[in-house]
């Protein structure tokens, strides 16, 4: 046998058993976000290096280390999308959507970063992204963040926590980093390795530190809070009304931050304690500057990103309570001429009932046999014709999932309205 070729660390297949979870997801997803008058954009998944630089920032963890860039065979240096407001940026600026105007747009697909791969952290994984450009707020930070907390609700997610702080405009933080700095030089020899490292590179990121012992000092650590220019502290007081206003309960936790530098005022996270330390499954905030920086006219803007594979490890687990995917119905047969009626009855069955899913039993086999695969698929009832029923235009209804419901013969003429009633229960 030939060697198997195996897939990239860190990157993932969906398998047929769990697409069922992926689209109850998305359609969710979708229906929540139309439902707020937010469309849709597709982006392409390679975008020049540049971008991410001057978006995402140099010095940040993810243009640093994480980033997937190479030279393409043209000499062109590329990178494989690592989150997606660059790209809506740089789309919007291109074609220019937000001259006088208001966008609300949402788009989702894979990214990609070179992490250490672990349960809910991956190489390529997925987001759900929403944004709003062109609105100062913080009316619409407040419905974007009820948005993600309506998505939760018909998710069926309990027991969320929602973080928020704000981090102010350029001065305000350019004088808090200095403080941040001053303190954490005092404490420097009992920081951890990386904290050190980025006390001045990136000191707010130390703030965000999983180490312990980090963890102990930065807790005593100046508040941003304090250091906010009054714009700010306005918005960030706006925000808490609204959210309240829209009953979204949030805690404030002056010690978040964001791995990405365009941040500006408020950000949030929500936070959940079922997945261990990949407790993320949300996050956002405004970026009030990075449309002028990209190129474009002043333009406020705020978003968030949904980490999608951290979202179905919460569907998982809560699988049970979920509708039931595949087919509703799989039509068996017994011999050729039947096999051949089958086919003719599965294609006049979905002309009758679309969305419901009708397989059809091929590959011939006994029927006990038959009746196995098609349980194995989910499908509710199996349809049975064999040179019998042919004869007497009949077919017979077998519940898979009923073992209370007796077999019971139906002519061809009465079928739909006898599957309309027994698919409707
Ligand atoms: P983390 O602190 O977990 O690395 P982050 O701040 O880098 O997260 P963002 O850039 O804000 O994450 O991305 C938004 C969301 O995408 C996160 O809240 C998380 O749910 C998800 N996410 C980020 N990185 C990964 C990854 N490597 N694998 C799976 N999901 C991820
Ligand atoms: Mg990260």
Redesign the pocket.
Known sequence: MAQKIQSIRGFNDVLPADSGLWQHLHDTARGVFEDYGYAEIRLPVVERTDLYKRAVGEVTD?VEKEMYAFEDRGGEHIALRP?FTAGVVRMGVEHGLFHNSQQRVWCTGPVF?Y?RPQA????Q?H?LNVEAYGINGPDVDAELIAMSARLWKKLGFTGLRLEINSLGQAEARARYRAALIEFLERHESSLDEDSRRRLHANPLRVLDSKVPTTQAIVADAPSILDYLDADSAAHFDGLRQGLSDLGVDHVVNPRLV???DYYTKGVF?WITTELGA?G????GGRYDTLVEQLGGGPTPAVGW???V??LILLLQAKAAELPASGPALVVCSLGEAAQREAARLAETLRDRFPGAGVQLSVGGGKLPAQFKRADRSGARYALVLGEAEIAARQVQVKSLRDAAFPQETCSWAELPARLESLLSR
């Not at 809910?120 to 190489?123: D, E, L, T």
């Not at 993320?280 to 996050?283: D, E, G, L, M, R």
């Open positions: 993810v989150e970063r992490e809910g952290r991956y190489r994984f987001q964001r791995g990405l996270e990949q993320t499954i949300c996050a990103a949904s980490g594979e951290r």
